[in-house]
């Protein structure tokens, strides 16, 4: 039987080697089972190795417990998964962190079942944990405009040298974040030439290395342009030129986030905002709540913000249904009715 994995662990005697163990249910192979899982996520996915190391983490935790029953995931069945689970939640474990284990498991073993390694899948029997639906944190259209105005004011306020770069980046990187909803980490590693070929759309590498599009507005533009200005007039005097568009103070590194969400906190307060709702991933849900607040459909929103399943999107369904109710109270007749009796 030829498998997906033969080009990843070499010869075939050596793929024989493995699922021979594998099927024949020692610790030892249930352990090379999870590398190849794990080797397949980078090869096949692209996977980051923080994901990786997530996923490692999850399932060694699950292989131990079933280690303590005396069984493997070669043969484990779901009242095994479901006693894990409820282990789980008897420990406190919150419904998210139980579901992305579940998830761990969940692909885990569709991987053993399509090469082979096992006949059934004892996960798709197995409801996921009950999760509410939190909202994210949101910021208004006029909160979002006077941390914008207060930016430009910074500019304005800094005078020459080095604070006066210091408020340029931070009026390109807030411009920039609340014109694309980009993550903090695609935000702060765009490399310096990002807007070599077209300076209207920026191509955006994200997680699993997928790319895709993002446009850019005309004052988020006009922002980036002042900004690489000021970095080039001081590398004229002698700066190294980093190849990062927003580096750190030396250039040899780019922006911390760390450093980016304390200047976000002041910039919060002198625009009168408490300081705690405001971070990088507030402004990438205001930039999905507010297109979607003005029209844009979902799966649009889904592909600026480069979620790979639209279920991560959905968590926007709020502002839709807002959207829904105001157009139904102004146009629908009967709603204007009530709406009359009742002023």
Not at 95 to 119: H, V
Not at 194 to 214: A, C, W, Y
Not at 293 to 317: E, F, K, N, P
Not at 329 to 338: C, G, K, M, V
Request: hydrophobic fraction near 40%; aromatic fraction near 4%; include cysteine.
């Amino acid at each position: 039987m030829h498998s997906r994995r033969s080009t990843r662990i070499g010869p075939h005697a050596e793929r024989s080697k493995a699922l021979g163990a594998a099927k024949g249910g020692s610790g030892a192979s249930e352990q090379s089972e999870l590398a190849l899982f794990l080797d397949m996520l980078v090869a096949e996915r692209g996977a980051a190795a923080k994901t990786v190391e997530a996923y490692m983490r999850d399932l060694s935790e699950f292989l131990a417990f079933l280690r303590t029953k005396r069984t493997t995931a070669l043969d484990a069945s779901a009242d095994s998964v479901r006693t894990y689970l409820a282990q789980l939640s008897g420990k406190g474990l919150a419904a998210t962190s139980r579901a992305r284990k579940l998830s761990a498991m969940r692909q885990f073993f569709r991987f053993l079942l399509a090469e082979g390694i096992r006949t059934d899948d004892p996960c798709s029997a197995i409801d996921s944990p009950k999760l509410g639906r939190p909202l994210p944190k949101l910021l208004s259209l006029a909160e979002v405009e006077a941390l914008l105005a207060t930016a430009a004011h910074g500019i304005e306020q800094a005078g020459e040298g080095s604070a006066r770069r210091r408020a340029l980046r931070l009026n390109a990187l807030l411009e920039t974040l609340y014109a694309t909803g980009l993550r903090v980490s695609e935000l702060l590693g765009l490399p310096r030439n990002v807007l070599t070929s077209d300076d209207q759309v920026m191509t955006i590498k994200g997680k699993g290395g997928r790319e895709r599009l993002v446009p850019l507005n005309e004052t988020a533009r006009k922002a980036l342009d002042d900004h690489l200005a000021a970095l080039a007039a001081n590398e004229v005097h002698g700066r190294a030129r980093s190849p990062w568009l927003f580096p750190s103070g030396d250039g040899s590194q780019h922006f911390t986030r760390q450093r980016f969400g304390q200047e976000l906190k002041t910039l919060a307060i002198a625009a009168g905002i408490e300081p705690s709702r405001v971070s990088p991933h507030v402004l990438r849900h205001a930039f999905a709540s507010h297109l979607l607040a003005r029209g844009a459909d979902l799966r649009t929103v889904q592909q600026l913000l480069g979620h790979s399943d639209i279920s991560t999107t959905q968590i926007y369904t709020h502002v839709i249904e807002e959207r829904l109710r105001r157009l139904v109270e102004q146009h629908h007749p009967l709603a204007q009715a009530h709406l009359t009796k009742r002023s």
